[in-house]
């Protein structure tokens, strides 16, 4: 007999007036006996729509199943065919939007917690495992892959594992990509990313970072080194600005600057060698899931009021939803339906306030959401020290500057097949962000998949 | 990680490293620069390619201890590893179709100006070299400017080496005797490569400096390095570190490269202090 609990399992959490004081991990886990009573919520449909909403196909029914059957590594092997980081993606990926979203039990009540399931059974895995993986046997054929963030790692993973001889260039002096530099520490803790990437290396893959491709090595230097072929996953990695005067006051960031110090290089740890300001009220401008963790950052850098400008209203809200009501819990404030004007100094030309307008919605524009108009002469001052630009990436021309043939989208996305990652030139392939502008995990992940494929398959025709 | 081949005291506070770094050797040209990592919990700094060696495969760096992390490179010996060293970062300078040049190097940035004029006085181009420092226990790589230089001019402060004045004193001088150049290249602190555009605009003569903001990866993702260049933000990792020097909003830069003057100086302290408890 299924729970008919029409509520999921609550996630075990840090109190959040204790945890936007620290940068562990907000969310604690499922204990075995709620992951097994969350399972049982699942119905098994026959067609499971949830499995349709999964960027990666991951046989959702099946790993539940497991999980009712307390046989969780059974259920760890379900997800591992079809993913590659399911640590990951159970902490990061937008469920309600996909398998959630399309959970029969969400019509009345809460769909199953997937993403919950996911994450306890990667866990479970990673603390009980003791298997040392099986290194598939080599077939001889390199392959290059750029970038070492979702798209990258989940295409040299699965590229590993069909006996290529990968090596991912990572232009950091970290691997990982955004999942370190960008996600926080309390969201998506770095030892998971870490045991991800060291699990491709006991595989035989070679990571090689401090390598900036189309700087140190380009595309057709990689092809005569011997590489078949190569994926680029590079990522969007320039920070957009508003273009509005003040905004390169000292104490404004662009949300990757703010974070990539805070991640990546640690400043929020005492004695750290990077600085970061620690600002006592801080604007965060952008409505999105990096506009949430660098907003939440803030917090927890010692901020005692931390402000989320965004000029539509909250249904509006690119962010997954968890991520707004842990925001709002935490005591970030939401300043919806506004946008910034300028930016306006104090006497030291640090940022003294931020100067926004008040706006409403009006038609819908070509991305489908209502345009939001300014209201004139609703103009208004926020204090604040410290301003966060978090309104957008585009991807990075170094690769597509130094690559004859490598044809890009005007906005610089490169432009990639859809089903296969296949672009302009022979043997090179490309998915994630450099493709699609700023998106997600999940999707990254899904198009690095794709492009596994279809490098395999071309390999294997070349050579037949 | 990345073996010091050579280390070498410029002057107190300025020190030269030949760093094995065979791939970046291959790439690196004048008016690029790398970024670095000491240690495992270190910052990751930016450093202009003073000099490389394609067949030894080693690249040089020459800096100034400013603040902890130079502070820490300062205190490595030969034979001792960075841990980390990517690069080559931004553009190379263009010295294309240039046949008469004043290089103008201040402290230290005259580690930076010295591999452009090499290249120029290679490629054939008169060079005339006006460097300038505090005073004569600072003056660096005095002999090799010399030989590649058609006329080389030392000012300082204190008129203890050279002559006694500002670079731009120099570079005024050499203009209004008839000095006719294509190209003015400035390289050192905000301040000098200000006061150097600032002549030249009057003179109409293209000056083109060297950036050296506060910058994290030095790929285009951090946007810390921004600057504005003819009312437009540029960023000087994947724009620069060269522009037109009659363009950049160097007050703004200023203020800009000041953001976290009093955690470098705090921190540069505390890093000493860690050092003299060691060798207590």
């Known amino acids: 007999m299924p729970n008919m609990s029409l509520k999921k399992n609550e996630m075990p959490s840090q109190a959040p007036d204790v945890r936007n004081k620290n940068f562990l991990e907000v969310a604690l886990g499922y204990t075995e006996e709620q992951a097994v009573d969350e399972a049982n919520r699942c119905l098994h449909c026959k067609n499971a729509p949830c499995v349709g909403g999964c960027p990666v196909a991951i046989d959702i029914p099946a790993f539940i199943d497991k999980v009712k059957e307390r046989d969780f590594e059974g259920a760890y092997q379900v997800i591992a065919r079809q993913s590659s980081l399911p640590a990951v993606c159970g902490r990061v990926c937008p469920q309600e939007t996909q398998c959630e979203g ?57 590229l590993v594992k069909k006996g290529y001889d990968v090596t991912v260039f990572e232009a950091l002096h970290l691997a990982g990509g955004v999942l370190v530099y960008g996600i926080p520490e309390f969201r998506l803790p770095k030892a998971i990313v870490q045991k991800e990437i060291d699990g491709l290396k006991a595989l035989g893959c070679k990571v090689e970072t401090n390598m900036v491709i189309g700087k140190v090595l380009s595309i057709d ?212 962000d450099a493709v699609t502008g700023a998106a997600t995990v999940i999707l990254a992940m899904g198009a690095g998949k794709k492009a596994a494929t279809a490098i395999d398959q071309y390999i294997q025709g070349k050579n037949s | ?92 300078s263009h010295t294309d179709g240039l046949h008469k040049v004043a290089v103008i190097g201040g402290g230290v940035g005259c580690a930076i100006a010295y591999p452009i004029a090499k290249k120029l006085h290679q490629q054939g181009a008169t060079v005339h070299s006006v460097v300038g420092f505090r005073n004569t226990d600072l003056v660096i790589l005095q002999e090799e400017f010399e ?80 600057l504005t260049v003819g009312g437009e933000t540029k960023f000087a990792c994947v724009d620069g570190p060269d522009f037109d020097g009659h363009l950049v909003d160097f007050d703004e830069a200023i203020e800009r490269s000041s953001m976290y003057r009093d955690f470098e100086k705090q921190a540069r302290e505390e890093t000493c202090n860690l050092f003299a408890k060691e060798v207590q």
């Open chain 1, 102 to 158: 399309k959970c029969v039990r969400g019509i009345k009540g809460e769909p199953v917690a997937i993403g919950r399931l996911e994450r306890f059974v990667a866990d479970w895995h990673n603390s009980h495992s003791t298997e040392a993986p099986q290194r598939p046997a080599p077939n001889g054929h390199k392959v290059a892959v750029i970038g070492s963030g979702p798209s990258g790692l989940t295409c040299a993973g699965d």
């Open chain 1, 221 to 432: 230097e990689l092809f005569e080194q011997g590489f078949e072929s190569v994926f680029i996953g590079s990522g969007a990695g320039l920070p957009r600005f508003m273009r509005i005067p003040g905004e390169n006051l000292k104490g404004v960031y662009s949300a990757n600057e703010f974070l990539t110090r805070v991640n990546l290089m640690k400043a929020y740890k005492e004695g750290a060698d990077t600085p970061i300001e620690r600002a006592k009220k801080v604007a965060v401008v952008g409505g999105g899931n990096v506009a949430m963790d660098a907003a939440r950052c803030a917090k927890r850098l010692g901020a005692e009021e931390v402000y989320i400008v965004y000029r539509r209203s909250e249904v509006e809200l690119p962010a997954r939803r968890e991520e707004v009501e842990h925001a709002k819990e935490e005591g970030i404030i939401f300043k919806l339906l506004c946008n910034p004007v300028q930016i306006l100094p104090d006497e030291n030309k640090l940022v003294g306030g931020i100067e926004c307008v008040e706006m409403e919605l009006g038609e819908p524009d070509e991305s489908g959401r209502r345009r939001p108009v300014a209201k004139e002469g609703s103009e208004f001052v926020l204090d604040v020290d410290c301003v966060i630009m978090a309104i957008g990436t585009s991807p990075n021309p170094l690769i597509k500057s130094t690559t004859a043939g490598l044809e890009t989208q005007k906005w610089g996305g490169i432009i990639a097949d859809e089903e296969t990652g296949r672009t302009s030139r022979e043997g090179v392939y490309a998915g994630g």
């Open chain 2, 1 to 92: 990680m990345y073996k010091i081949v050579k280390k070498e005291v410029l002057n107190p506070t300025v020190t030269r490293m030949e760093i094995d770094a065979p791939l970046v050797a291959k790439k690196a040209q004048p008016g690029q620069f790398i970024i670095l990592r000491v240690d495992d919990e270190g910052e990751r700094i930016p450093l202009t390619v003073a000099d490389y060696d394609r067949e030894k495969g080693t690249v040089t760096i020459i800096f100034q201890i400013v603040g902890a992390t130079t502070e820490k490179l300062n205190h490595l010996e030969e034979g001792e590893c960075l841990q980390d060293f990517v690069g080559p970062l931004g553009t190379p």
């Open chain 2, 147 to 226: 030989a590649v230089s058609d006329k080389l001019v030392i000012m300082t402060d204190d008129g203890s080496s050279g002559r006694k004045g500002l670079v731009t004193d120099a570079l005024k001088e050499l203009i209004e005797s008839g000095e006719q150049y294509d190209e003015v290249i400035a390289i050192g602190p905000l301040v000098m490569m200000k006061f150097v555009s600032a002549l030249t605009k009057n003179y109409g003569i293209k000056t083109v400096v060297s950036m050296n903001p506060i910058m994290i990866d030095g790929t285009g993702m951090c946007g810390g390095c921004r």
